[in-house]
């Protein structure tokens, strides 16, 4: 009996796996340790070493990008202050970024863990707060949620999100680029693709890309989330990497065994329109997805860097034990060429199963970048890219679980092949040349008139006729 009291002890004060940490949600603390995380990130990128800066450089950095007070303390026990953005240095190093801040009305500590990803909280482990909130069962009453979204300036980047019907949750989401891609490329791409558990949505954050750099017409998108009730993650594991400057990466996110994969995402990744100039003279760049798909019981992400700069990239799994898994997969594929759009579509899912989540790849090839991955009316899903610096074959990937589908799917896109977008200047060329060839043909029409009267008013030549 003492051993056994023992070892249940142990096993209830055991440190959590990182799959099994309770997210922070996305509430104060987690905005500004996001916020210094982008700030550090992009004095890594910006480093001759593609290092994270040592932990009092990254205090000074934060203290004057931020305006806020801003500490180096030991370790994660060590925690100064209520409100006060925390750097671990012992948790630091060149691959490696760890910020803590001590909020909320119990005290817990935020963390922020670069090789983690999302800020959990420290010392919460077992099931995730959602699973216990949303309950585990049967996967039912799937429904959808839609949100429409504009942007119109150039490498401007945005957190878009969508939110599930009360008491539902998130399974997989999409976006859909409402304006197709111009001949160039010009349109709106993806940094980051992730279902948001807490706040009970989906997460994109775009970019507008467009390599004219002359005025940007303002560009449409649709946010997806496919939700249903029963199915949620009691795992959803992070693996992060960096991919270096005009380098590739890989990571992939695992399920912990015992679990079975049901849907997956990326973050992180922090491109602007290759070869434009920017500020200094300098060509940023930065990196781009080339892969988001389910490889075997686990979440495969790749992107490559171009340009001046690299930047980190994050796979997401999630995983849960449920009924409905594991998922079967349909799928297609469709050449991309050199400067030009294509879309790969899937086919429906088999008979008594439902689409609930969608991935795609490039097949190992960096010449094309990733434009839309969505859900469409015909319950397919549609993935779409662009030949920006090569031709690349483009698989689309659909995930179907054992479920009744009860989709609506009204609110989603067709599938529109992706067309070459006339400018708004081309638009007022072609007016100009239709009112020129009205004005044109009104002025033969009204020569031709005044021809025929003078022609009717003109004496008749040659000699008289008789009478």
């Known amino acids: 009996m003492p051993l056994l009291l023992a070892l249940i002890v142990v096993a209830l004060w055991a440190q959590p796996t990182r799959a099994q940490l309770l997210q922070g949600g996305y509430d104060d603390a987690t905005r500004q340790l996001e916020e210094g995380f982008k700030i550090v990130a992009s004095e890594r990128i910006g480093s001759d070493t593609e290092c994270y800066p040592p932990p009092d450089e990254i205090a000074a950095v934060l203290r004057r990008e931020m305006g806020v007070e801003v500490v180096v303390t ?32 119990k005290g817990r500590v935020f963390v922020l863990d670069s090789d983690y990803g999302p800020v959990y909280v420290q010392g919460d482990q077992g099931l995730s707060e959602e699973s216990l909130a949303a309950g585990i069962g049967p996967l039912t009453d799937l429904t959808t949620a839609t949100s429409p979204f504009r942007m119109t300036k150039l490498d401007e980047t945005r957190r878009l999100e969508v939110h599930c019907p009360g008491g539902t949750s998130p399974l997989g989401g999409g976006w859909f680029n409402a304006k197709p891609l111009g001949s ?245 060329s072609n007016a100009v040349i239709y009112v020129g060839l009205g004005l044109l043909g009104l002025a033969l029409l009204a020569f031709l008139g005044r021809w025929q009267v003078v022609r009717r008013r003109r004496p008749a030549s040659g000699p008289a006729r008789r009478s």
């Open 74 to 105: 030991s370790s994660l026990d060590s925690v100064q202050g209520f409100g006060l953005v925390n750097v671990v240095s012992e948790e630091n190093e060149c691959n490696r970024l760890v910020l803590a801040i001590r909020a909320g009305a």
């Open 184 to 428: 160039d490329g010009a349109g709106l791409y993806p940094h980051s693709y992730e279902r948001l558990g807490v706040q009970g949505g989906f997460h994109i954050t775009s970019t507008y890309i467009d390599p004219s750099t002359g005025r940007t017409p303002t560009r449409r998108g649709l946010v997806q989330v496919i939700c249903g009730r029963g199915l949620v993650p009691t795992e959803s594991p992070h693996e992060t990497t960096f991919v270096r400057r005009q380098g590739t990466g890989t990571v992939t996110a695992r399920c912990p065994e015992g679990t079975q994969l049901f849907s997956g995402g990326f973050q992180r990744t922090n491109f602007t329109t290759p070869g434009v100039v920017g500020y200094g003279g300098i060509k940023y760049g930065g990196n781009y997805i080339t892969e988001s798909r389910a490889v075997r019981n686990g979440w495969r992400v790749s992107a490559g860097a171009v340009d001046q700069d690299g930047g980190e990239l994050t796979a997401i799994a999630y995983c849960a034990e449920d009924r409905s898994l594991p998922l079967k997969v349909v799928s297609d594929s469709a050449p991309v060429d050199e400067g030009e759009a294509a879309t790969a579509t899937t086919p429906r899912c088999p008979h008594g199963r439902a689409l609930i989540a969608g991935g795609f790849s490039f097949g190992g090839s960096h010449d094309a970048l990733f434009a839309s991955g969505y859900f469409t009316r015909a319950g397919t899903w549609s993935a779409t890219g662009y030949g920006w610096f090569g031709s690349a074959e483009l698989t689309a990937y659909g995930y179907c679980a054992k479920a009744r589908d009860t989709v609506d799917r009204s609110d989603f896109p067709k599938e529109p092949p992706p067309a070459e977008e006339p400018s708004d200047n081309d638009g007022e």
